[in-house]
């Protein structure tokens, strides 16, 4: 028997039992049939921030930025690299600071952006400051999963 993952859809959040070796044929949610990795990061408000980092069985990394942060905007099409590099092994979401302060505040979000890696519900790594490519993120990401 092949061992299964929960993943949270990326639409309706919903979460999703899919076998490891599906993951790589592009699984649907089995509540709104749209794709569960679309290769592009997944803005985040705070229930759904919750419901990915509390429900997904995949590591979670979270860039935390602000859109007047001009190192954020410069991260941001690495970042948007790195999801389509990344996934289906990793989940990558943006939190607007600006629009959720509650969970900056949650996290200790000292500097924007910084990037923050979970897995298993829990935060295992942080990098504050903007990474300059996707091959940079990706490093960072495999030198911090456990």
């Known amino acids: 028997m092949s061992e299964s993952l929960h993943i949270v859809c990326p639409h309706c959040h919903t979460t999703n039992r899919v076998k490891t070796t599906d993951l790589s044929s592009a699984p649907d949610c089995g509540g709104c049939h749209k794709p569960l990795f679309t290769g592009q990061p997944l803005a985040l408000d705070e229930a759904g921030f919750d419901r990915h980092i509390g429900r997904s069985q995949i590591p979670v990394l979270v860039d935390f930025w602000a859109p007047w942060c001009g190192p954020c905007r410069m991260m941001a099409p690495a970042f948007?690299?790195?999801?389509?590099?990344?996934?289906?092994?990793?989940?990558?979401?943006?939190?607007?600071?600006?629009?959720?302060?509650?969970?900056?505040?949650?996290?200790?979000?000292?500097?924007?952006?910084?990037?923050?890696?979970?897995?298993?519900?829990?935060?295992?790594?942080?990098?504050?400051?903007?990474?300059?490519?996707?091959?940079?993120?990706?490093?960072?990401?495999?030198?911090?999963?456990?």
């Not at 969970?103 to 990098?127: D, M």
């Not at 996707?134 to 456990?146: E, G, H, S, Y």
């Open 80 to 146: 948007e690299q790195a999801a389509a590099q990344l996934e289906p092994q990793l989940r990558l979401v943006k939190v607007n600071t600006e629009d959720h302060q509650n969970l900056a505040a949650r996290f200790n979000i000292r500097s924007i952006p910084t990037l923050a890696l979970f897995q298993g519900g829990r935060e295992v790594a942080r990098q504050a400051g903007a990474m300059r490519s996707a091959a940079d993120i990706a490093r960072w990401v495999q030198a911090n999963r456990r």
